[in-house]
């Protein structure tokens, strides 16, 4: 089976990267922008008449979740318009599709876990353009999946963990919010999910969505503080509002997804949030 990853210098596409030596049976094609511009369509379309390809998985995304709300126009190439060539390139050569989306396609408005059938109503451009794209994998791919993941982070890569180790060295606090509330999700647990559930994908037909990340729940706050506590970063993290850290884009106050149809269809436990965080934390030690 021959799987092209998009996006494979970002941090889902690293993780598949030192995890495809240990599954030979797959012949993995990793591209980033050099190597393929997904939101070419004649590059998708000639790229797919050279290489026969089974399984796209979609790790390319516009993810600066401020920077979409000044940069419109590229959120909406990357994360919609790249979502369309690829899935009709995927029907056209018989292909499925994986794509990668966020918890940002919810308003953060429920109280209780959301489901995959829940209401979407993204406040962000961010959100809407990720939306979008869900909408053009619909559409237009015979064969997809859909993962709304949310608060990715991994030892490749920028993110919010190593903001956190890199500021807290530099100084003797740090302002982090409270009042928002998710589940953090390993990139590394995100990818051995994608590959088990790779030898089923070509069995199904039609769309379908999912929610990954891992177990528990905590906030920004409390993932700050178990970052510098188990680095033993000597900075105070201090609460505060969303209010008084002010962002071009809106979050979701309220974010955390119930996993149980990807659990009972995959039959997969997931790890609780802190394990893997602490696993991430001495892979970047090491």
């Known amino acids: 089976m021959n799987i092209l990853v998009t996006g494979s210098n970002g941090q889902l596409g690293s993780e598949f990267k030192d995890l495809s030596s240990n599954f030979s049976n797959y012949n993995f094609i990793f591209t980033d922008i050099d190597e393929l511009d997904i939101t070419n369509e004649k590059a998708v379309s000639d790229f797919f008449d050279s290489n026969e390809i089974n399984v796209v998985i979609n790790c390319a995304a516009y993810t600066n979740v401020d920077k979409c709300e000044s940069n419109q126009d590229a959120a909406h190439t990357l994360n919609t318009l790249a979502c369309r060539l690829l899935s009709q390139q995927c029907?056209?050569?018989?292909?499925?599709?994986?794509?990668?989306?966020?918890?940002?396609?919810?308003?953060?408005?429920?109280?209780?876990?959301?489901?995959?059938?829940?209401?979407?109503?993204?406040?962000?451009?961010?959100?809407?353009?990720?939306?979008?794209?869900?909408?053009?994998?619909?559409?237009?791919?015979?064969?997809?999946i859909i993962i709304r993941t949310s608060w990715l982070y991994s030892s490749y890569g920028h993110n919010f963990i190593k903001t956190m180790m890199?500021?807290?060295?530099?100084?003797?606090?740090?302002?982090?919010?409270?009042?928002?509330?998710?589940?953090?999700?390993?990139?590394?647990?995100l990818a051995k999910v994608i590959i088990k559930g790779l030898s089923e994908i070509t069995f199904i037909e039609g769309t379908h969505i999912f929610h990954y990340s891992n177990e528990g729940v905590c906030s920004w706050?409390?993932?700050?503080?178990?970052?510098?506590?188990?680095?033993n970063i000597n900075c105070k993290i201090i609460p505060i509002e969303t209010k008084d850290y002010p962002l071009p884009a809106p979050r979701p106050s309220y974010s955390v997804m119930n996993k149980a149809k990807i659990k009972e269809e995959l039959g997969i436990e997931i790890p609780y949030w802190k394990d893997s965080l602490f696993e991430c934390l001495d892979k970047i030690e090491g």
Do not use: C
């Open 91 to 144: 029907t056209n050569h018989n292909a499925a599709i994986i794509h990668i989306s966020t918890d940002y396609v919810y308003d953060g408005n429920n109280y209780t876990p959301y489901i995959e059938t829940d209401f979407t109503n993204p406040n962000s451009i961010y959100g809407k353009t990720k939306l979008h794209g869900e909408k053009m994998i619909e559409e237009f791919a015979t064969t997809g």
């Open 166 to 189: 890199k500021f807290g060295e530099e100084r003797d606090e740090l302002r982090v919010v409270f009042d928002q509330i998710g589940t953090p999700t390993y990139a590394r647990d």
């Open 221 to 231: 706050y409390d993932f700050a503080k178990e970052i510098i506590d188990y680095k």
